[in-house]
């Protein structure tokens, strides 16, 4: 493992292991994740749930996709609207999605949806800690979007939920001021809660 404090062959690293996760794995983990975060009960009907569409090396959503609409909760998926200032939006989701930024795949249409109105948002990592620490791919996206949670300690909205392999768990990350923690994290085997966690 590269040394924590060099975060860029530390991102390397980690996304290797990830991607090196394939096929039945995959799957089975993605079924795993889901499973445990129905237990969780954060997926009631009428939530308002923000939810990445996955790519190719990351734990694949689709499972818990249709198992949040199952349970009745709106769905908002994150669109890139400034590729340059690293800013991202989440829009509800209506069934029509397309190839965005880095061939990201996002919604068209549908009404945004500010990151106070929303319960609960699924986060994609690259890597995490047993601390609640992330790191991600890099851009600060979803650092932006949700910088409230960082200014306002006692704006427990939406919660923060990292969704990855356990693969992607390292010892510890060093962290910024700019990053914003997560509430608790949910791999193949385990659900983490941090900082009392709940939604």
Same mark, same amino acid.
């Given at each position: ?8 062959? #530390?991102?390397? +690293? ?12 995959? =799957?089975?983990?993605?079924? =795993?994740?889901?499973? !445990?975060?129905?237990?969780?009960? +954060?997926?009631?009907?009428?939530? &308002? ?5 996955? $790519?190719?090396?990351? #734990? ?6 249709? #198992?949040?609409?199952?349970?009745? &909760? ?14 991202? =939006? ?6 029509? *999605?397309? !190839? ?6 996002? /919604?068209?249409?549908?009404? $945004? *949806? ?24 890099? @851009? ?10 960082? @200014?306002?300690?006692? +704006? @427990? ?10 693969? =992607? &768990?390292? /010892?510890?990350? /060093? ?10 994290? *949910? ?13």
């Amino acid at each position: 493992m590269p040394d924590p404090a060099d975060r860029v062959a #530390l991102r390397r +690293w980690l996304r290797n292991r990830r991607r090196a996760i394939q096929g039945p794995a995959r =799957q089975q983990a993605a079924k =795993q994740v889901a499973r !445990a975060i129905a237990a969780a009960r +954060w997926l009631q009907p009428g939530r &308002c749930i923000g939810l990445y569409l996955s $790519m190719a090396e990351e #734990l694949d959503t689709t499972p818990l996709l249709q #198992l949040a609409l199952r349970r009745g &909760c709106r769905i908002a998926v994150p669109r890139i609207v400034s590729v340059r200032h690293s800013r991202m =939006q989440f829009f509800e989701l209506n069934g029509a *999605v397309g !190839a965005g930024a880095f061939g990201i795949a996002e /919604p068209r249409g549908g009404r $945004m *949806v500010p990151a106070r109105q929303m319960d609960l948002v699924f986060m994609p990592l690259v890597g995490f800690d047993p601390a609640g620490h992330r790191i991600g791919m890099g @851009r600060g996206f979803y650092d932006r979007f949700l910088a409230h949670r960082g @200014r306002m300690h006692l +704006w @427990r909205r939406p919660l923060l939920v990292g969704i990855a392999y356990d693969a =992607q &768990c390292v /010892p510890s990350l /060093p962290t910024s001021g700019h990053d914003v923690p997560l509430d608790a994290v *949910v791999t193949e085997s385990t659900l983490l809660r941090f900082h009392g966690g709940r939604p």
